[in-house]
């Protein structure tokens, strides 16, 4: 064999083995590609799978933790109210009793303007009935000019019951004599019963001693005698 035929039987094998080399490097240059191509295509569709699945359980997670959180909030939301329905229903108590309490003192320091005097009233009425019994003990047929020291004695009580029964009556202390009228156990108080036959039942007859009111309250009755039934 020449020289030129080593040289070209050496030159075809190497290329035969080129073009093997290149046919199974193409051939598994195209089965990774597909095999690549696979696994993309199947990942994408197990990591939305597996998303979805975190997602469910996170939301159910979530709504469990908020429906306990809205439990809790209502039930303090319950306890807030009665607590202040409590001090709504304390509070309007109070203001009712203040109020009960203002009306109170003040009904009351309105009485004591009034009727502070009450007792210096009493005092003073047994001034005016001794007033009263001394002028009717004067025997009235004897007041003229020849008496005249009693006569002055006269006029001067008569003027000084006078002016004692203006004094009572400018601080509203009025007499009460209830004669001819019928009896009333708040202003009156009997002593007796008496038979007077033209005079209808319970009608006061006689007074005994006369009785006063300050502001229409009584503060001495009038003693009486009343008509029997």
């Known amino acids: 064999m020449s020289t030129k035929s080593i040289s070209l039987f050496t030159r ?24 690549s191509s696979e696994n993309s295509a199947q990942k994408p569709q197990s990591d939305t799978e597996g998303s979805s699945g975190q997602l469910e359980n996170a939301v159910a997670e979530a709504t469990k933790k908020l429906t306990q959180e809205i439990e809790q909030l209502s039930k303090e939301v319950n306890e807030l109210k009665e607590k202040n329905d409590d001090l709504t229903d304390k509070y309007k108590r109070s203001l009712a009793d203040s109020e009960n309490l203002r009306t ?72 009460i004599n209830p004669l001819n009228e019928k009896f009333n156990p708040n ?14 039942p319970s009608t006061v007859v006689v007074v005994t001693k006369l009785g006063y009111k300050l502001h229409e309250r009584c503060i001495r009755p009038a003693l009486v005698g009343v008509s029997k039934s």
């Not at 075809?12 to 095999?35: G, I």
Request: glycine letters at 4%.
């Open 187 to 200: 202003m009156h108080e009997a002593l007796f019963e008496k038979d007077e036959p033209d005079v209808e």
């Open 12 to 35: 075809t094998n190497r290329f035969l083995a080129a073009w093997r080399n290149q046919n199974v490097t193409s051939t598994t240059s195209r089965s990774l590609r597909h095999y």
């Open 104 to 175: 109170r003192l003040t009904k009351q320091i309105a009485d004591a303007k009034i009727f502070g005097i009450q007792s210096f009233c009493k005092d003073l009425l047994e001034v005016a009935d001794t007033l009263g019994h001394a002028t009717e003990a004067v025997p009235k047929e004897q007041v003229n000019d020849n008496n005249p020291h009693l006569k002055n004695l006269y006029e001067g009580l008569v003027m000084t019951k006078a002016s004692l029964l203006q004094v009572f009556k400018r601080h509203g202390l009025e007499p």
